[in-house]
């Protein structure tokens, strides 16, 4: 990445767009499940909302850099949860296109939005302070969402792709491992000792 791409984004007015526009779209995230979570039993209910999970955490670690500090857990679970989820949305968004499911102008928003949301946790991968037990705890994390989601069936509901759904968690549990991969390459196999934020 461009070292001027560095300093813009370490920028204390971008941090703060960024922290208000991904807490707006948490906001909205937690609010776009609301149907789902009414039937989600409660011992469920922290693993079904996906997409606005993944910006709170790295609402979380804007919030950390504004203050000039750093959250490596929070940074290793919004990285890897950040590119899972923002991959996955666009992908089920477009795979219901492809049933011949009629594409509104919110699934746009959702594919846009979500594809941001992984743009996002990849720009700020060289800022992040993560260790490798940081990476695994959220391998963990991310992988348990998996189960809970797949075998316990509270994905997400895409109608549409709904006769999928073994193929659907098939790939998830790929995408979550390739996600973790990414995350050790950009975050701890090639860190450098920066001192950007």
Not at 44 to 68: G, H, M, Q, Y
Not at 124 to 141: E, R, S, T
Not at 162 to 179: E, V
Request: hydrophobic share 50%; aromatic share 18%.
């Amino acid at each position: 990445m461009p070292v001027i791409w560095y300093h813009v984004l370490r920028q204390r007015s971008v941090l703060l767009l960024l922290l208000i526009v991904n807490t707006v779209g948490t906001i909205y995230g937690y609010y776009w499940y609301k149907y789902q979570l009414m039937d989600t039993p409660t011992r469920f209910l922290l693993f079904v909302p996906d997409s606005p999970t993944a910006s709170l955490f790295f609402c979380l670690v804007l919030f950390a850099f504004l203050c000039k500090r750093h959250f490596p857990l929070i940074e290793a679970l919004a990285m890897t949860s950040l590119f899972k989820y923002g991959v996955w949305a666009v992908g089920m968004n477009i795979a219901s296109g492809f049933t011949g499911f009629h594409l509104t102008s919110a699934n746009y928003m959702l594919i846009i939005s979500h594809g941001c949301m992984a743009l996002e946790g990849l720009l700020y991968a060289p800022f992040y302070k993560m260790k490798i037990w940081h990476l695994m705890v959220a391998g963990v994390v991310l992988l348990h969402n998996d189960i809970i989601d797949y075998v316990f069936n509270m994905m997400p509901r895409y109608d549409p792709l709904a006769a999928h759904q073994d193929l659907i968690g098939y790939i998830t549990f790929w995408l979550s491992l390739f996600s973790i991969f990414l995350t050790y390459w950009l975050c701890i196999r090639y860190q450098k000792n920066t001192d950007y934020i």
